[in-house]
């Protein structure tokens, strides 16, 4: 079944903000090998957020997880995300294409502090395949 | 850092349990990167690592080679997945250059592959030099 057109545009909050321990960063950086000590935040690591607001979407929405291939990825930082840090992260919809068969998302991903701030800011495409059967 | 300079090409394993302990720490239990059999009912040619587990590795080697510059850019196109096999693992490679070095910025320009294939189309990284 393809995405709802009228999604473009719209915003889902992360459910929940995100306090960056040492704990988290340190599970983190052991699983993608990361070097630096507990304190240095792997740069993908917002990923976490920008993940958790796309889950919110994709409920949302009721798309199934198993559906969605991860097209593309970039962050831009505005500063290094530090431990202590307490994040949000919003996501909006900003396009919507079908392209054999499949919807291929755009979404935009704003991650800030406990001060409002913008820390880091996502753009992801998301590539969506219908049932086949 | 300078415009030119080669950057010592990094190689990863990426393995199974790798993508459990990534789904773990990052929350993305997507079962296409885990369970062979859904990864196939989705038309993927088996497991694959997560976009986001390779660009961590390439975050890693520009860790690497900078000694943890700060990073104001990283992102790439997932082009082509990363089939990660139930024995063994897959072989990353991050290979890269300074492509500029231009107001206290330098640019990475990389490449990606796995098995001789490119898997990330236009990776971009830029740090604080």
């Not at chain 2, 082009?79 to 991050?94: H, I, Q, R």
């Amino acid at each position: 079944m393809p995405v709802d057109p009228s999604l473009v545009g719209r915003e889902f909050p992360a459910p929940a903000p995100l306090t960056v321990t040492r704990e988290r960063v340190g599970a983190f950086a052991a699983a993608v090998g990361h070097p630096g000590g507990r304190d240095d935040v792997p740069p993908t690591f917002p990923i976490v957020l920008a993940f958790d607001a796309m889950m919110a979407f994709l409920d949302a929405e009721q798309i199934d997880l198993h559906r969605i291939v991860h097209g593309e990825q970039r962050f831009a930082y505005e500063r290094p995300i530090a431990v202590g840090d307490e994040l949000t992260a919003r996501l909006t919809v900003t396009g919507l294409r079908q392209i054999g068969g499949a919807d291929i998302i755009g979404t935009a991903s704003e991650i800030t502090d406990a001060t409002g701030a913008v820390v880091c800011t996502g753009k992801a495409t998301l590539v969506h395949s219908g049932a086949t059967s | 850092m300078n415009a030119g300079d080669v950057l010592e090409p990094k190689t990863f394993t990426v393995t199974r349990a790798d993508l459990v302990a990534y789904a773990d720490a990052s929350g993305d239990q997507n079962p296409i990167h885990q369970d062979e059999d859904v990864a196939r009912s989705v038309g993927l040619p088996g497991v694959i690592a997560h976009g986001m587990y390779t660009l961590a590795l390439v975050g890693r080697a520009v860790a690497e080679w900078t000694d943890g510059a700060e990073v104001v850019d990283l992102g790439a196109k997932f082009t082509s997945p990363v089939v990660v096999p139930a024995e063994g693992g897959a072989d990353v490679v991050v290979a890269g250059t300074v492509k500029s070095v231009a107001d206290g910025l330098a640019t990475l320009a990389l490449e990606v592959t796995c098995d001789g294939q490119k898997v990330l189309g236009m990776p971009k990284a830029v740090v604080r030099a």
